[in-house]
């Protein structure tokens, strides 16, 4: 009788280790992949603040549940166990802050520093700004690690 009752306190306790839990997306934009790979084909996109329900971490990837339904891959650099609050279009920000200044706020930087920077000639975005704009294809980007021999290499 004590085997069978520990045994079923083992199943329930697994089944809650293995629960989903809440998590904040914490990065602008994060696309949530098909497979726990940078290559996974995109099957959703989820934004700043967005709570998805994440299991167990593998390898550096959460598998999620958007609130959509969409199951997918996140990496785990893209998300928080931390609520995030503060979002631009909800009530949570009266003062209409957007998604840009709280991610600028976050790093201790706002627009009027930034601003500041510029005409004392300490600060130049050119380059930062062309690269945020740069996009690759998940084909170029497994042509590079194969010819650089980087892990995930191949095509």
Request: positive net charge.
């Amino acid at each position: 009788m004590k085997i069978k009752m520990l045994v079923a306190l083992l199943a329930v306790c697994a089944g809650v280790a293995l629960a989903a839990a809440p998590m904040s997306v914490q990065i602008q934009s994060c696309k949530v992949r098909a497979t726990p790979s940078q290559l996974g084909k995109i099957v959703a996109t989820v934004g700043y603040g967005d709570v998805v329900q994440a299991g167990a971490p593998q390898n550096g990837w959460y598998q999620v549940t958007t609130s959509g339904g969409v199951v997918g891959w996140v990496h785990e650099s893209a998300l928080s166990k931390k609520p995030i609050a503060m979002r631009s279009g909800t009530s949570d920000v009266a003062t209409g802050a957007s998604s840009d200044e709280v991610a600028m706020a976050g790093k201790g930087f706002n627009q009027q520093v930034e601003d500041k920077m510029k005409r004392e000639g300490k600060l130049d975005y050119t380059w930062v700004d062309k690269m945020s704009k740069f996009e690759y294809q998940p084909d170029e980007i497994a042509l590079f690690r194969a010819q650089g021999n980087l892990v995930g290499g191949g095509v």
